[in-house]
């Protein structure tokens, strides 16, 4: 789903490998609402709970 004006509503899990938890979410059936995404500080993806409630995982730039 698009996120609407103001946005989705959700609560953020910081991650050290956004791949590797992806990719276990998804083996066990979880539903993603959007692409591993990367920015300014980081990459992020999010998912959703049973509930469907919007869950931000993040994994942080690390420093070189």
């Known amino acids: 789903r698009a996120p609407a004006p103001r946005g989705w509503n959700r609560f953020m899990l ?15 059936g979880a539903h ?17 709970d049973p509930a469907g409630n919007a869950i931000e995982l993040f994994e942080p730039k690390r420093k070189a």
């Open 14 to 28: 910081m991650v050290d490998d956004l791949e590797e938890a992806v990719a276990k979410l998804r083996s066990g």
């Open 32 to 48: 993603f609402r959007t692409s591993i995404v990367e920015g300014q500080g980081g990459r992020q993806a999010v998912v959703e």
